[in-house]
């Protein structure tokens, strides 16, 4: 079955860091892309960040400079590690999978981020 489980999520305060995670399961890790997407109430869930197959890198301008996405194939997880965190940063964020024939898999239940003074 497959699965991904966002964690690492918390309240921190404006300028803090966070490391999220997102364990995966279920199907070939290290063929997959991987990317965070985040969402806050009433709006669209949104582009994070994403890593390739072959570690290359993008990020939503949001974000670049400040948060860095990586994955480690032997344990099956990406992070996400997020500085000079803003309250604009405040959401869920949520992990995803695209296989390399465009597959994308079902949501998991998220991690709050919440950024606040």
């Known amino acids: 079955q497959e699965q991904l489980v966002e964690s690492g999520g918390g309240l921190v305060q404006p300028g803090g860091s966070l490391r999220l995670s997102c364990a995966a399961s279920g199907f070939t890790f290290s063929s997959y892309s991987m990317s965070w997407y985040r969402q806050v109430p009433g709006k669209e869930r949104e582009f994070v960040a994403h890593i390739s197959t072959l570690y290359s890198t993008n990020y939503a301008d949001s974000v670049k400079g400040r948060f860095a996405i990586s994955r480690d194939n032997a344990e099956n997880t990406v992070y996400l590690q997020m500085n000079s965190l803003r309250i604009e940063d405040t959401a869920m964020y949520y992990c995803?999978?695209?296989?390399?024939?465009?597959?994308?898999?079902?949501w998991g239940q998220g991690t709050q981020v919440t950024v606040s003074s």
């Open positions: 995803n999978a695209r296989s390399p024939l465009g597959r994308t898999l079902n």
